[in-house]
């Protein structure tokens, strides 16, 4: 399985942005796609998954109520669209595959850069 990430980029406190994630291969009903992140200086962090077949979405503390993970199952991509972003949201962010709600994941995207200013 290949992960593409898109959509990050620089934006200002309290705006928006929609990530996408393009999976190529087979993705099992089984599997969590989501997100993580990592700020500099710092480990990457769980931020958002779903369960592939349906039936779970899981989501940090620290972005419940302001981002929403989705995902289009004919296109084969899922999606984080951010909201009231703020400075502590700023880092890379990869989207992933795996057999578990909140990591380890098995696969990795190449991430994307995403930039809030104050």
């Known amino acids: 399985v290949q992960l593409q990430a898109s959509g990050g980029g620089l934006v200002q406190a309290g705006g928006s942005l929609r990530l996408s994630c393009v999976a190529s291969?087979?993705?099992?009903?089984?599997?969590?796609m989501g997100w993580f992140r990592q700020a500099p200086g710092k480990e990457r962090e769980f931020v958002a998954s779903?369960?592939?077949?349906?039936?779970?979405?899981y989501y940090a503390d620290s972005v419940r109520d302001r981002f929403t993970i989705s995902r289009d199952r004919s296109e084969n991509t899922v999606y984080l669209q951010m909201n009231s972003l703020n400075p502590d949201d700023t880092g890379v962010y990869y989207c992933?595959?795996?057999?578990?709600?909140?990591?380890?994941?098995?696969?990795w995207g190449q991430g994307t850069l995403v930039t809030v200013s104050s």
């Open positions: 779903l369960k592939w077949g349906g039936g779970g979405i």
């Open positions: 291969g087979r993705i099992f009903s089984s599997s969590f």
């Open positions: 992933s595959i795996g057999p578990y709600t909140r990591g380890p994941p098995k696969y």
